[in-house]
Structures are given as structure tokens and as C-alpha cells.
């Protein structure tokens, strides 16, 4: 919560007006007490989580918060979601210019070759569509 907070850039008091519960209140949840499940939903949508996603870190199923637009929060970071096609078409380029780096003794087609052949293992196991 404080994380998130600090990102959104609110004092606690402006937190709590978001998220449209009392100040104490609010101040529990960034202290780690205990509150009403209906609470921590205000706060989901205060802060635009996911529903549920205080109970997952609370009950220890997750370690991370996400945001309704697939932002991933951790603790002290953020994990941005890549789109798949910009990874996608950005693996040919990555494998041509480390292959020319480690293995400069590669055609250019084996190269090429090679970047596909890491897109469809890619693939292959569902990282990439």
C-alpha cells in the first residue's frame, strides 16, 4: 500500500479520501492490522488493483500486487508487462546482434536461422504467441 501510495504521490490522509475510507482506517492497513474485507476492496479500487489482490498478498498466494491495466507492483519495484509482438519482433535483432558478437564465424543465414529457431522455442513453450 505505502508502495503504491508514494507512486500515486498522496500523503496518507489524501490515500484514504481515494480509496474512500477513514484515515485510521488507512493507517491500519499500511501497519499491517487487520481490517474489513470490505476495506481492503475500497482499496483495490482506490488504487486500481485487481480485485482480490490484497487477500493474495494477505493469505501469502501472491507476492505482488497487480494493477488493473496488467502492471505488476512488487515490493520495491514494478514490473511492466512486455507486449508480445515488441518482444517478438525484438528476438531476431538480439540473437543476430549477440550471435555476431559471440560467434562472428556464422553466416548470415545461420544467424537468421537461429533467431527464428529461439522465436518457435519461445513459442513452443507459451512465452511468446
Known amino acids: ?3 503504491r501510495r508514494a507512486q500515486l504521490g498522496l500523503s496518507q490522509e489524501k490515500a484514504a479520501k481515494v480509496c474512500d475510507v477513514a484515515y485510521m482506517t488507512y493507517r491500519k492497513v499500511e ?3 487487520s481490517v474489513r474485507s470490505t476495506t481492503y476492496a ?3 479500487i482506490g488504487f486500481n488493483f485487481r480485485a482480490g489482490s490484497c487477500k ?3 493469505d501469502g498466494s501472491a507476492d505482488s500486487v497487480l494493477l488493473e491495466d496488467g502492471t505488476e507492483l512488487i515490493e ?3 514490473i511492466s508487462r512486455l507486449d508480445p509482438e515488441v518482444l517478438t519482433d525484438g528476438i531476431p535483432d538480439a540473437v543476430t ?3 555476431m558478437l559471440v560467434a ?3 553466416t548470415g543465414r545461420q ?3 537461429l533467431g527464428e529457431q529461439v522465436v518457435e522455442e519461445l513459442r513452443r513453450r507459451g512465452i511468446v504467441p
Do not use: D, F, V, Y
Request: hydrophobic share 35%.
Open 42 to 44: 475500497k482499496i483495490e
Open 111 to 113: 544467424i537468421q536461422e
Open 76 to 78: 520495491g519495484g514494478q
Open 104 to 106: 562472428p564465424e556464422l
Open 56 to 58: 493474495a498478498i494477505l
Open 31 to 33: 501497519e499491517g492490522q
Open 1 to 3: 500500500m505505502t508502495q
Open 97 to 99: 546482434r549477440s550471435a
